[in-house]
């Protein structure tokens, strides 16, 4: 990387912002002779002088660090870089800084400690902490920092290697105590048939999904990744479970969705669990509408025919949440009033099936190991086995449902 690329002139703060932007890169071949793409998160430049972002140099700190990991995580560490020099262009004037060879480590505290005042998680802090120490030391192998040389006196004296020098710089930061989180995980449990129930009429297209994450512990990418031909149906259409093989699909490389929502974050084989007919009803439904005569091999579709994003799924969900939070506020039973004021004030979205699924699992399990198994948190070692914990887990689970829903007329 040349000098010219490094200056950062003055009085431009007001006219460009550094940005993370999504492209899609052929990385090979397939067996059919098609391209095979991948997702990359680059650091890019947003200027009022240009109607399209400007790919940055320092998107090389990127693939250099992160190329081989997924796209989500190069692109948490491409925000992360970003929000460091958006700050460094707004204290230009003050840091009197004009290239990145002049940056220097206690602007990076600045950052760390301004992220603090902001009220800014743990979590999140120490993930830009991680994010601006590999930054550093990025600068420093590539000898782009004059104040990281092997020269520099400070480090000589403490005897330190850069990288240690780098972190022992960051460590003394004043970072907030863990808070509890507002994030909802569960709902009552006698509300989730009502719930899917509910789903299925205002947002049909993700019903299955829905049912999928709620009795599979499934995440929106793992949806609506789903192909066809990666489920193996247990019963009779279904009826008592379904055995997915998750795995990532580059389907939408049409659109620049850089949300990262529709990745699968552990490619495994997850089952799910069928409860009386209820699967069986859904999934039936679902091929019938949306499957069998749909030109893709992909189970959620859009109203296009295409296959459904992340961001779509999360779309339908939310129309079905605010149904659902609307039909307990309009029952006469108190005890609906209470949950819905309690769900509107609480902050769910997807995520709350694979939340559900868990604790119904510890209501049921008779070890953390079957909790293990079914999650797709450990490695299945015969599928015999497998087997035998999945008809056992789910006798388990509909006995334990069915105080709830013995004497329901819920229904699909």
Known sequence: MENNILPLTKNITDSISFIMYPVWIRVGWNSQGLPVPKQHA??????????????????????STWKHKSYNTMKLHTQNIAAFLNFLLQKQASYK??????????????????????????????????????????????????????????????HHSITDYIHSQLENIIIPSVRKSTIEHDIP????????????????????????????????GEVVNTKLSDIKLIGPYGQDGLLLHLQHH????DIKDGSGSSYVKKQRDQLVLGFRTWLRELYTSHYQLYIKESTTNTIFINKTGKPMTGASYRYYFQKAKIAFIQYLKQSQDPNDKIASIALSNSDWST?????????MLAEVAKNPQDIALLRGDSHVSSS???MSNTQRMKTNLELYLNQFYLNSNIHI
């Open 42 to 63: 680059t650091l890019a430049i947003k200027t009022t002088l240009s109607k399209h972002p400007i790919l940055h140099p320092l998107t090389d700190f990127i693939f």
């Open 250 to 253: 580059a389907y939408r490389t």
């Open 351 to 359: 995520h709350i099936g694979r939340g559900i699924f868990t604790n």
């Open 384 to 386: 015999l086995d497998y």
């Open 97 to 158: 800084l004009y290239s990145l060879q002049q940056l220097r480590l206690e602007y990076a505290r600045d950052f760390l400690h301004h992220l603090t005042l902001e009220g800014k998680s743990r979590t999140t802090i120490l993930s830009y902490r991680y994010t601006i120490k590999a930054f550093f030391i990025y600068l420093s192998k590539n000898n782009l920092s004059h104040t990281l040389s092997t020269k520099s006196e400070q480090i000589k004296f403490y």
């Open 189 to 220: 449990h006698i509300y989730i048939l009502r719930f899917l129930e509910i789903v299925f009429d205002v947002a049909n297209p993700i019903a299955l999904g829905v049912y999928m994450q709620i009795f599979g512990g499934l995440r929106v």
